[in-house]
């Protein structure tokens, strides 16, 4: 089936929808009743484009939406998006009246920094984080005092208290065993700062691996990323919910070159792939500057032409690779390339071709986006 819609010349992003939509549905119905989903759309929703996302979700009642940075915010609100806006990370203080005019909610990443934060003087909505062992960002389980003391803190509007759990994607006893701990320092601290009298204010630990494999946590929130977007981070992750994700993207390009090498010529820079044999090589627009990872280069990485998988040869360029397509028949230029695209081969899903070129899907999907254009499936 050839797409002939503008934007599919070159190389392009597929989003279908209706898996987004359908991701949605399995995810809410996989969490507890009381339990809402904060979607998580980071670095431009991993690649899917964060306002696009975003917009489909509100429409469809998500109200809360989780960002990594600042501007991340406020791009969100500059296109409309209601509901809450929480960043995971750090902002500077300096920005405080961006923080309050855009009505985003901040994290606080530690002590010091609610500190700063308040004393700004202005009104800010904010969620405390707690470190309970990933050791990256929040308060240290232990600092029940300090996080008790930021709810006497005049200027911080407290709405949530939340930690992040470091390996619940892996069901190892001992990793079991140390997100175990994990979930129980968190609520230790929330049954201290009870008896301090502090009314706690909404609690959200999991992400999407914390919901996939511990479903039977009670939160007000999940953050789910990933799973939204329809994939695992790798390829043979076992979970213990198995829930009927659907990809949401696909990476697609176009032949737009081919020609025949002898046996013993070379193709590309550094003359890495030489022919064992007479061979046919199909050009394709695509290239790390679009996102596709490098080291796919020289036989790691693949591709799916009239409906068969060929090694990509030779290394990769910026702005496009090649292909070996000796042995399919009737390729033509223009016929299209999947990259990226699960639906049509379970070794073309995100997690298998983030696991060749040595990263996660996480990375694969977030780092595309910048040059190509994005085309809509809506059905
Ligand atoms: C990125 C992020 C998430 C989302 O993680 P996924 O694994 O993609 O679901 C959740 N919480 C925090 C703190 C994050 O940084």
């Known amino acids: 089936m050839e797409n002939t819609q503008a934007g599919t010349e070159r190389s392009w992003i597929e989003l279908k929808i209706e898996n987004l939509k359908h991701n949605v549905k399995v995810l809410t119905e996989a969490m507890p009743p009381a339990c809402e989903l904060m979607a998580v759309v980071k670095a431009e929703a991993y690649g899917h484009g964060a306002c696009r996302i ?15 940075t600042i501007e991340e915010g406020i791009q969100l609100r500059k296109n409309g998006i209601r509901g809450e806006v929480l960043i995971l990370g750090y902002t500077s203080v300096k920005r405080a009246s961006d923080l309050e005019k855009y009505d985003l909610i901040q994290t606080l990443i530690d002590f010091d920094y609610a500190k700063a934060l308040n004393s700004q003087n202005f009104a800010l909505k904010v969620h405390i984080k707690i470190d309970t062992g990933m050791h990256r960002l929040g308060f240290p389980c232990k600092e029940v005092m300090a996080v008790k003391k930021v709810f006497e803190m005049k200027h911080l509007k407290i709405g949530g208290i939340y930690t992040h759990l470091c390996c619940a994607d892996s069901l190892q006893a001992d990793d079991m065993a140390f997100t175990g701990r994990q979930i129980d320092r968190f609520y230790q601290l929330l049954d201290t700062l009870k008896k301090e009298k502090i009314k706690i204010p909404k609690v959200h630990i999991q992400s999407s691996y914390g919901l996939l494999n511990y479903p039977d ?10 799973a939204l977007y329809g994939v695992l981070s790798a390829p043979n992750d076992e979970t213990n919910l198995k829930l009927d994700l659907r990809p949401v993207l696909s990476l697609k390009s176009r032949v ?87 639906e049509e081969c379970d070794d073309l899903s995100a997690s298998a071709v983030a696991y060749r070129s040595g990263s996660i899907s996480n990375e694969l999907l977030c780092r595309m986006g910048a040059r190509l254009p994005v085309i809509i499936l809506r059905r």
């Open 256 to 342: 737009v070159s081919i020609r025949r090498v002898k046996k013993g010529d070379s193709v590309g820079y550094g003359r890495d792939f030489v022919a064992e044999r007479d061979s046919r090589i199909a050009i394709v627009p695509i290239g790390y500057g679009d996102g596709f990872p490098r080291n796919l280069s020289n036989g790691n990485g693949r591709a799916a032409v009239n409906g068969h998988i060929v090694p990509i040869v030779g290394r990769i360029c910026m702005d496009q690779l090649s292909i070996d397509i000796t042995d399919v028949q009737g390729v033509s230029t223009g016929n299209i390339v999947t990259l990226i695209g699960a």
């Open 217 to 226: 946590l009670t939160c007000h929130y999940v953050r789910a990323g990933i």
């Open 54 to 68: 975003a917009t489909i979700l509100n429409e469809m009642g998500i109200k809360a939406f989780a960002v990594a």
